[in-house]
């Protein structure tokens, strides 16, 4: 299976949206992350915003980047629907 990431969209509150090689689209909330070195340099909006896919990962300006795994395993995927319609 391939976890390279292919799209990436920053959204408001530090969350990232991602679309994978694989089709599959999930959500990863950075919020955790933002306290620790080095991603304590991306703690702002204007910066965070700033990010972009680079050979199958996401990364920052100053060559931060988050592992293709890890974004993985700990984000969750994005429903396209909320599938709770009222029957």
Sequence with gaps: MSLDVVAVSP???????LEYANGERRRFDMKPLLAMKPWNR?????????????????????????????LYLDSVPIEETSGLAAA
């Design 11 to 17: 959204r408001a509150d530090f969350v990232l949206d």
């Design 42 to 70: 991306i703690a702002s909006p204007a910066i965070f915003n700033r990010v972009r896919v680079d050979y199958g990962t996401v990364v920052w300006p100053g060559e931060i980047d988050i592992a293709p795994e890890t």
